[in-house]
């Protein structure tokens, strides 16, 4: 995602902002009319001023000037205070679209496969949901209510102009039309710019979020200064952008402030010489140049209103390039319950699986009936598929081809959310959340007390260690749970894996972690308490294996051999070839 790429239209997605900001079009509409009303505070000033010196000054009659003057100051508050006005009014409407793009875009995140969060960094996803989202937000409650404004007072401050004097009106007018070319065709290279500084800006927040997760392995390997070459690298990359971008809008603003002032002085030779054949008057002419120095604010924001419209542009474009995934694991339009009460018959049948259509099969043809209550060790090679088998089950990825049963029922006819409570998953690397002990394990089953956290905990063989711990229960793991043991963080996940009683429980190798007297344990005290639960493991270390009721393996996606490990240890020599390598490995680890 590091690579920019032209938005498809400047404004396309601008425009898909449209439902956020619907609801609070009256707050928007309101917020215009008050700047509206402020600028025309302002550009009748000038009118004023007009007025109290081709009157009361060019008549010597001071004790007129009292009503002009506190007409000037009323002008003004009333100016201060509908700009006021619009800040407050803009507060709550642009603060909830922001909040609800937020909502909308991490709920979609969470529909979206596991598929996608391998292909996508994290600090793209990150940068999206925090950055991309404050860009937007500006750009409703400020960019966008002064695009229109100061359009609309800059044809307005023109035809005051114009009222005042046709050469004066047309002076500031030949002086201004420039600067729609040069905001033209600065406005493209801003936009392709901008989108490349904040895909930039996405790739060093992932190298930051990989080396404050990692900082463990970065440090135990000496290998921080490596990490912190490639951040340089990418910061100074983002630096030249940056620079780049900042190259492109000096230019215009140079073009921004030239122009204006050079109307200006065509003004003060128009006026003077008017003044002097007695064409003009001097009020005129400081009216004139009052209105364009008024108008300054409105040309001069031009380009900057367009750059940050570029930029809100490409934000948007991010933004929805996130919302914009397809969701391809959903519910089915006529769902079926699943079995009451459950057993837990877990069936394979012909199952086909490969990542994208026409891609590389990683299963071709997986037929494996699991029964009830039983246990069944996935053994193979690395890249054999057992992972990958095991995803299917709980419908984080979708099979290709063929069905998975659980009781008879395709889990594909179920809605996820019963699937998911049939199902249950604890995964080779236990990820644990930034929170309490019992929010990490209650997050197995919405409706877990602690009783039932407490004996998940046992089960898993993680009671003493938590009773241990300074506050139990309420003891908040650090992030990744990185202030525990790996076997401990696996206990716990293995713990959240079983809080909710499951009729089928897929176990990722969650036991890696363990010595084998605690694995042995754990599994004992599964089979004791969780009688009837179906147990799909995927098993790299011979002892797990001996567990087992029944062994598959697996090799170039498809199940080899089935049957009890004594079974295929006297029968099949691929199998004691592959036990053998798992004993290697073992010993290799202790």
Do not use: C
């Amino acid at each position: 995602m590091a690579e920019a790429e032209q938005p498809r239209s400047a404004y396309q997605s601008l425009w898909r902002l449209g439902p956020y900001a619907r609801p609070w079009r009256r707050y928007l509409v309101l917020a215009i009319i008050a700047t509206v009303g402020g600028m025309a505070a302002g550009l009748t000033i000038p009118l004023m001023i007009q007025s109290i010196l081709d009157g009361p000054i060019a008549r010597g009659d001071t004790a007129g000037l009292l009503w002009p003057v506190l007409g000037v100051a009323l002008l003004g508050s009333a100016e201060a205070g509908l700009f006021y006005f619009r800040r407050k009014v803009l507060a709550r409407p642009t603060t909830h679209i922001e909040a609800q793009m937020r909502r909308d875009l991490y709920a979609h995140l969470q529909r979206l496969p596991v598929a996608f969060h391998d292909r996508w960094q994290s600090g793209q996803l990150l940068s999206r949901a925090v950055t991309d989202l404050s860009t937007i937000r500006g750009f409703i409650a400020f960019v966008a209510i002064f695009l229109v404004v100061n359009s609309l007072t800059l044809i307005g401050g023109l035809i005051v102009l114009f009222s005042l004097n046709f050469w004066l009106g047309l002076t500031v007018l030949v002086a201004a039309l420039p600067l729609i070319a040069i905001s033209t065709v600065f406005e493209r290279k801003y936009n392709v710019v901008a989108r490349l500084a904040q895909d930039q800006d996405g790739d060093l927040a992932t190298t930051v979020e990989e080396s404050a997760l990692g900082i463990r392995v970065l440090k135990a390997f000496g290998r921080g200064p490596h990490l912190a070459k490639k951040f340089l690298a990418q910061a100074k990359l983002l630096r030249g952008t940056e620079l780049h971008k900042v190259r492109i809008s000096s230019l215009l603003w140079a073009a921004i402030v030239l122009l204006p002032e050079v109307g200006i002085a065509g003004q003060l030779l128009v006026g003077t010489t008017g003044i002097v054949n007695g064409t003009m008057t001097v009020g005129t002419l400081v009216a004139a140049v009052t209105v364009a120095a008024y108008l300054r604010w409105p040309t001069d924001s031009i380009g900057w209103l367009l750059a940050e419209t570029n930029q809100a542009a490409t934000a948007a474009d991010r933004y929805f390039e996130g919302l914009d995934e397809p969701v391809t694991v959903t519910d089915p339009a006529q769902p079926k319950a699943p079995a009451s009460p459950a057993r837990g018959h877990l069936r394979f049948e012909n199952v086909h699986f490969s990542h994208s259509e026409g891609g590389k099969e990683i299963l071709s043809g997986i037929d494996l009936d699991v029964q009830p209550g039983e246990t069944v060790a996935l053994v193979g090679a690395t890249g054999s598929g057992k992972t990958t088998l095991t995803a299917l089950v709980p419908r984080l990825a979708d099979a290709t081809e063929g069905r998975i049963t659980i009781d008879g029922v395709n889990v594909a006819d179920m809605r996820l959310a019963d699937l998911r409570t049939l199902v249950s998953v604890a995964f080779e690397e236990p990820v644990l959340f930034s929170a309490s002990v019992r929010e990490n394990v209650a997050l197995g089953s919405v409706d877990a007390n602690d009783e039932q956290v407490w004996e998940a905990l046992r089960i898993a063989q993680a009671d003493k260690f938590v009773e241990a711990l300074p506050w139990g229960l309420d003891t908040r793991i650090g992030e990744q749970g990185l202030s525990l043991s790996g076997g401990q963080r696996q206990r716990l996940a293995l713990a959240r894996a079983i809080v909710g009683r499951p009729a089928v429980l897929v176990l990722d190798d969650p036991l890696s972690a363990l010595d084998v007297h605690t694995e042995a344990e754990v599994e004992r005290a599964l089979r004791e308490v969780l009688s009837g639960v179906t147990a799909l493991v995927v098993a790299h270390r011979p002892s797990t294996v001996q567990l087992a009721d029944r062994v598959a393996m697996l090799a170039d996606g498809r199940i080899a051999t089935v049957g009890t490990h004594s079974e295929l240890l006297a029968s099949n020599p691929a199998y004691r070839k592959l036990l053998s390598t798992l004993d290697e490995q073992e010993e290799v680890r202790a």
